[in-house]
Each structure stands twice: as C-alpha cells, then as structure tokens.
C-alpha cells in the first residue's frame, strides 16, 4: 500500500526520480557555458569587447535570459509541492509567508519539531511575521510528519533553492554583459529588461528593425494561469510594462510611460547597433529626458487664482455710439404722441380707428390739446458742407433779404438800379384793384 507521500507525488506528477531530473541537459550545459566565459573574463581581468550576434557568447546570453522564465515556472511547481506535502504539519504557514523562496527556507528551519518557537528565524524573516508565527503553531492542527514525507519535503526546499542560485547566476551574468553588449539600451530600460527584449526580438538587428509601437507588446503572454481569472491581466503589455521603472509610475499613468520608455529604447538600440557611443552616455542622457516625462506627467494641474470683484460702477456705462446708432435712437424714440396714445382714462370708452379687418385704440391722443411735440432732429447728423466750398454772403438791411439786390437785368436797357419799396407798392396797389372785395372786382356779373 502506497503511503500518503507517494499519492500526493502522484497527483502533481512530482516523485524523487522526477525531482532528481529536474535540472535538464539544456540547463547543465548553461550553466556550464556561463561557469566557462566567466572564468575566461578572470583570466583576462577584462572583457575587452562586446561579443557580436555571431558569436557563441551572444547566443549564450540570449538562452540564457530567455531560460529564467522557466526556471521562474519551475519555481512555483516545486513551491506548490512543498506547501501541500508541509501542510500535514503547519497548514496556517502558507497563508502567513507568500513569497516562494522565504517560504522554502522557513520550511527548512523549522523542519520536523515540535517546539517552532526555539527555532531562529531572524535571518529569514521580519520580527514581526516571527511573532505572528510563533503564536499561530501553538494553536495549529498540524501533526509530525513521517521520515519519509519530511525527506520529500527537505528535497523540495533544496531544489527551490538550486533553482533560485541558478536564476541569480544567470541574471547576473546577463546583466554583466549586456552593458558591453547593449549600453545604451541598458542604460534606458534596464539590463534585466533589454536581455528579454532581445531575446523576444531574436537579437539586437532585429530589434532595431521593429517599431515602437510594437516594441510595447514584446513578451505579451495572453495565456492565463490555471485557476486565475483574465479580468484583471492588462492588454497589449509587455515586458516595458513589467519593468521597475514602469511600475514605479501611478496606474493611471504606465500607458504613457510604457510609450515613452518604448520609442527611447528603440533609438538606443539603434545607436547600439552603430557603436556610436560605446560608453552608454546617449542612453543616460535619454534616461534623463523619460524621468523628467514621467515627473511632469504627475505634476498636479496648476491651480485657478480667484479674481477679486471688480469695484462696482453705480453711475450708467459710457456705450459709444456713432452717426447710425443716433438715428436709430431717432427713429424709434418716445414722442408725446405715442406716450397719450399708450395712455387710457379711467371710465371712458377709447376712441379706435379702423383699417380694414382690424381696429387700434388711440388712448388719450384724441384728447391731446395743442402742439404735439414732434422727433427732434440731432444736429450732429446733418451733412455739413466743406469749408472750401460756402460761399462768402454779405448781409443787408432788416427789411430785405440778404438775396435781394437792387440791380436788374432788362432787355431794353441792360443794367439798371431798382426800387425794391416802389416794386412792393406797385404790387400792393394792383391787388388792392382786382382783389379788394375778396373776389375778382373787374369782372363783370
């Protein structure tokens, strides 16, 4: 009969002979790859030049970053297979550490005991989560584990930590190269994060070929965990999403940083592939210019300055107005005419005037008695003649007019001097002869 270890080993498809063949050939012979170049650059104190695309160096680099993704999957296989096996023993200890690999080493301190509070925890864990643990297994439901569950369990822990060592030798040995590689790249996006572009790219030729806009999706993984919902996964993210600098920016702001950060690394890689600045120096400059984007982008908006009042202008507003405005004013003004007629006295009937179908009450316009005052023509919109062109008059005496002369023109003696007086007496006295009666006195009845 199986015992309870050998099922659960069954279920995950995890056994011993499993565990022992997790490090695959591919792994060995990078890890391998990585131990050789790295004691050839000891050898020469220094690497003198960036390997090129050609070179097996180059390839090394591009696996080998691309290999740490994996190693992130296995990571969590093996996480998930601790945790089942040593929840026989503390099941309240997943809920309390999350990370994978401070979860493994706790597992391998505290171990088989019974008495967890004796068991030093300081280099692995904050105080607080020590208290918080010590407390909880004096309570926990938990029962000892067999040799034979507790050896699975160690072997676990071990191979969750080999994998851990080799991730960060990897890591780092990508990153040691990618400054001769790629500097200016790395200066912009990181080396952790321009060794995976490359990888996703095929090389940094290729890279350069791609633009921005596509630049933002490399890496895009649209598959889900099992078990996890799709809801809350970004769309159209990448690898420049998930770098420390992009998560660093507020949410609502990593579209535009990833934008950003996109078009200055394809630039730098393009200067990369040129060798024009060998020493990085573009690409901290372009990192300069994204962190200043990125600190105006979460400026506050500039604040609204209040206005006092205007002080308040109690006599009547000057409204300019010209030659056309007065003689509108004139057209339309108020006489006293249409003021009687708006007028009504009280107990008498209107009088009203007909036209046609329709009738108009006149008011107390019929009952006006007098002169009613007419529109008052404005001076000022009479034509004026120009200076040059009034004629000079010369006045004359009260009786006549200043257009009355003396001299006269006649066909029979040309000029000569008249009586203006004797022309009036003259006329008086002939209409005194034929209208003296108020009728034509000459005629005959």
């Given at each position: 009969m199986s015992s309870l270890a050998d099922e659960l080993a069954a279920d995950l498809d995890f056994s011993d002979d499993q565990a022992e063949n997790s490090d695959d050939e591919q792994t060995k012979k990078t890890l391998e790859r990585i131990d050789f170049f790295k004691s050839k650059d000891s050898e020469t104190q220094?690497?003198?030049?960036a390997p090129?695309?050609?070179?097996?160096?180059?390839?090394?680099i591009v696996n080998a970053n691309s290999m740490t993704a994996d190693i992130d999957g296995e990571i969590q296989v093996v996480h998930k297979f601790i945790r089942d096996h040593y929840a026989l023993r503390f099941p309240e200890l997943e809920s309390l550490i999350l990370n994978p690999m401070d979860y493994a080493r706790t597992v391998k301190a505290i171990g088989n005991t019974e008495e967890i509070s004796t068991t030093d925890l300081k280099s692995i864990l904050p105080s607080a989560t020590i208290m918080v643990i010590s407390v909880t297994a004096t309570t926990t439901s938990g029962k000892p584990l067999s040799d034979q569950e507790w050896k699975i369990t160690k072997e676990g822990c071990d191979m969750a930590l080999a994998l851990d060592a080799a991730k960060k030798k990897i890591i780092d040995y990508v990153e040691s190269r990618m400054a001769l590689v790629a500097p200016n790249m790395s200066n912009v996006v990181g080396s952790s994060t321009a060794a995976k572009l490359l990888t996703a790219?095929?090389?940094?030729?290729?890279?350069?070929?791609?633009p921005a806009c596509n630049v933002q999706v490399l890496g895009n993984n649209k598959k889900t965990n099992t078990g996890f919902s799709s809801a809350s996964m970004e769309r159209h993210t990448g690898y420049i999403y998930g770098s420390d600098m992009v998560l660093a920016v507020p949410s609502d702001l990593r579209r535009k940083a990833t934008k950003i950060i996109a078009a200055k690394c394809v630039l730098a890689a393009r200067i990369d592939v040129m060798n024009t600045s060998p020493s990085g120096e573009a690409g901290q400059k372009m990192r300069v210019d994204i962190d200043q984007?990125?600190?105006?982008?979460?400026e506050p908006p500039p604040s609204k300055n209040t206005k006092a009042l205007p002080v308040p202008d109690e006599g009547p507003k000057k409204r300019r107005g010209g030659k056309r405005v007065r003689r509108q004013k004139e057209a339309y003004a108020m006489t006293e005419l249409r003021a009687a007629r708006n007028r009504m006295a009280f107990g008498e009937a209107e009088e009203e005037v007909e036209y046609g179908d329709e009738s108009e009450g006149l008011g107390m316009a019929a009952k006006q008695l007098g002169k009613i005052r007419a529109s008052i023509a404005d001076k000022r919109n009479k034509?004026?003649?120009?200076?040059?062109?009034q004629q000079k008059t010369y006045g004359s005496s009260g009786i006549t007019s200043g257009l009355a002369s003396s001299l006269a023109f006649t066909p029979v003696q040309g000029i000569e001097l008249i009586d203006p007086q004797a022309q009036a007496e003259r006329a008086k006295k002939a209409n005194e002869k034929y209208f003296g009666d108020g009728a034509f006195s000459i005629v005959k009845k």
């Open positions: 220094k690497l003198s030049r090129t695309e050609e070179e097996e160096e180059y390839k090394l790219a095929g090389g940094l030729s290729a890279f350069c070929k791609i984007k990125i600190e105006k982008l979460q034509v004026k003649v120009p200076k040059k062109y």
